[in-house]
């Protein structure tokens, strides 16, 4: 199993980035697909999540802001960032949970600058 997130980079604030996170050994359809972020020194936590079903939850701090997805014929998972804040920096990861296990991508980095 692999999943390859791409798309970070640095932003100016109020700007938007969108990640992606390519799938593969899986069944991602029928997968729940997760998106996480990991500021320096601080836990890593949840941003948003989508379900087979396309049900979507988020964290507070980006409702509003940012828009998860999925394209099940390209085994993606997209995570659309908008008005991107100085405090939205961090490593962003995608998670696989599936009926064969829990996997991680390899994060990628996001920095907005102020």
């Known amino acids: 199993v692999q999943l390859q997130a791409s798309g970070g980079g640095l932003v100016q604030a109020g700007g938007s980035l969108r990640l992606s996170c390519a799938a593969s050994?899986?069944?991602?359809?029928?997968?729940?697909m997760t998106w996480y972020r990991q500021a320096p020194g601080k836990q890593r936590r949840l941003v948003a999540a989508?379900?087979?079903?396309?049900?979507?939850n988020y964290a507070d701090s980006v409702m509003g802001r940012f828009t998860i997805s999925r394209d099940n014929a390209k085994n993606t998972v997209y995570l659309q960032m908008n008005n991107l804040r100085p405090e939205d920096t961090a490593v962003y990861y995608c998670?696989?949970?599936?009926?064969?296990?829990?996997?991680w991508g390899q994060g990628t980095l996001v920095t907005v600058s102020s």
């Open positions: 050994g899986v069944i991602f359809a029928n997968s729940l």
């Open positions: 989508i379900a087979s079903d396309g049900s979507t």
């Open positions: 998670h696989a949970a599936t009926g064969a296990g829990y996997y």
